[in-house]
């Protein structure tokens, strides 16, 4: 069987197949053996979190792929039909894709108002009646400007301290960024981790990463509490998750912060300043100055489609090397340093700039960035242990925080770059 049959064979997941007759085409064998290694890996890659039905016997059950064996199937299971395939199904595919969702801001807006947006609606007009919301068919326009780029005083990727709008030349401020990922959504008891990371110096260039093992699907870092070369951080800004957990943010993570500090000293009580960084959110913009309507760096909406209560602003802080700029919504959410709105916007923009891998400015701000990076190679190393060990065990918290205790040569470098 050929590379293009064997990803015809695989996309029979959107129908019913017994899963001894998927091994066999998909491994080109006529009759079940146990597996090697390689075929192994193989099937893990295809089969893993894969919903099967068993059929033989009084009563039917569903179940999800946990791993593969060497062992061969033991009962008579089906994959269960419509399943989302998540793999290429043709070398095509990359290609394709973005051809067809890449355009540009004035394209998208030319979609956007073909839409009959009245009659999408109208199924949900006496509920928009109700709340006094109105659908209209038009763009709305709001206004912008434009960030000047930071200073970086004639140093690469270095911020100068008077970037973060402290008055006081002895106020050590602490950029915090901080990031939860999950387990798959088959897999309900593997561990979350959580991710922090912190600078360690007053450009914000050099930062120290925590991994915590929490229990699976928390979405709060429950143990923030650690201490590094017995320094007081005059200021902690940090990232968080998403609308509806705003306050259950503010009562565990920033509450935790100050538990944590209080822990050094119980005189210490540093200023926070607590934003919350959305990438998932359906507001698009167009600039109506340019011909491709493509946003220029630094662009910064602060009104019209705004919160009303809640201060929020929409940052342009990297060009898109294909269609057009997705802006990220900053929401604040405590500010204790009194940092105006100007003041905000332009840490936020400039700590864009100091991204190690990227010599350009980046969409997210750095400290976030890399505890995205430190929780991916803290799952990396999950899913290690777990492929050493039987594929099928999970691995509890207890054990994950054991692993992901890091050596002091390791967790005092930027180890996840």
């Not at 080109?28 to 390689?38: A, E, G, K, S, Y």
């Not at 709001?142 to 930071?150: G, K, Q, S």
């Not at 008077?162 to 939860?180: C, D, F, K, R």
Request: proline letters at 5%; glycine letters at 6%.
């Amino acid at each position: 069987m050929g590379e293009k049959d064997e990803e015809s064979f695989s996309s029979q997941f959107n129908k019913t197949v017994l899963v001894s007759e998927f091994i066999k085409g998909y491994l080109n064998i006529q009759v079940l053996r146990p597996f090697d290694p390689d075929e192994i890996l193989k099937l893990n890659k295809v089969l893993s979190g894969v919903r099967v039905r068993a059929d033989n016997g009084k009563y039917k059950r569903n179940h999800t792929i946990r791993g593969i064996t060497e062992e061969t199937c033991s009962k008579i299971c089906k994959i269960s039909p419509g399943q989302l395939y998540p793999k290429l199904l043709n070398k095509e595919e990359p290609s394709v894709l973005p051809d067809a969702t890449c355009m540009t801001g004035k394209e998208r807006m030319l979609n956007v108002q073909e839409v009959r947006l009245n009659e999408l609606y109208i199924g949900s007009k006496p509920t928009f009646d109700k709340f006094g919301v109105v659908v209209g068919d038009k763009v709305r326009e709001v206004t912008a400007r434009i960030l000047p780029l930071p200073d970086m005083g004639g140093r690469n990727s270095y911020l100068c301290k008077e970037i973060y709008g402290l008055n006081e030349s002895s106020t050590v401020t602490m950029v915090i960024g901080a990031y939860v990922t999950h387990p798959k959504n088959w897999d309900k008891s593997s561990p979350s981790i959580a991710a922090v990371v912190a600078s360690m110096d007053c450009g914000a260039t050099k930062y120290k990463a925590l991994l915590c093992p929490q229990p699976p699907g928390t979405e709060f870092i429950t143990d923030l509490f650690t201490t590094t070369k017995g320094e007081q951080p005059g200021g902690l800004i940090r990232d968080g998750v998403a609308d509806s957990e705003f306050k259950k943010l503010l009562d565990t993570e920033v509450a935790s912060i100050y538990k944590a500090c209080c822990s050094l000293d119980d005189n210490y009580h540093p200023k926070i300043t607590c934003v919350v960084v959305q990438k998932r959110h359906h507001t698009r913009f167009s600039s109506l100055d340019t011909e491709d309507g493509k946003l220029q760096l630094g662009t910064v909406v602060e009104n019209d489609v705004c919160h009303s209560r809640m201060p929020d602003f929409y940052l342009c802080s990297a060009n898109a090397t294909q269609g057009y700029a997705k802006l990220n919504r900053h929401v604040v959410l405590w500010n204790d340093n009194d940092l105006t709105a100007d003041q905000l916007q332009e840490i936020t923009y400039s700590l864009c700039h100091v991204y190690a891998r990227c010599n350009t400015s980046v969409s997210l701000v750095t400290p976030v960035y890399y505890s995205h990076l430190a929780a991916a190679r803290g799952r990396e190393y999950l899913e290690g242990y777990m492929a050493d060990i039987d594929s099928s065990t999970s691995v509890t918290v207890k054990q994950a925080r054991a692993l992901l205790d890091l050596p002091p040569n390791i967790a005092n470098t930027m180890f996840f770059l």
